[in-house]
């Protein structure tokens, strides 16, 4: 069975980084694309980075130039790397791969 599990949440200020980590187990990462998306309170679910099989990335200009997306196939492991955090990325933060996901990790910015 194929599980992701996202890790590296927590509260921080406005202005800090964090590394988010989304793991596989039953599969690795290895061929297939892996999306990072996120969900804010009260507001649809927003894309936020992806990592393509062919390692290419994509963002959208909410997040461009401050998120870094990496991934780790022989860990089993994709990163989200954040920089130059603000209210406005408070949310939970999931991984996709194929048709799964993880259970989301928060990460509540505070101003």
């Known amino acids: 069975q194929v599980q992701l599990l996202e890790s590296g949440g927590g509260l921080v200020q406005a202005g800090a980084s964090l590394r988010l980590s989304c793991s596989a187990s039953g599969r690795t990462f290895s061929g297939y694309p892996v999306t990072w998306y996120r969900r804010a309170p009260g507001k649809e679910r927003e894309f936020v980075a992806v990592s393509t099989k062919s390692d290419q990335t994509y963002y959208p200009n909410s997040v461009k130039g401050r998120f870094t997306i990496s991934r780790d196939d022989s860990q089993e492991t994709v990163y989200l790397e954040m920089t130059s955090l603000n209210p406005e990325d408070t949310a939970m933060y999931y991984c996709?791969?194929?048709?799964?996901w993880g259970p989301g990790t928060q990460v509540p910015v505070s101003s």
């Open positions: 996709h791969m194929d048709h799964y």
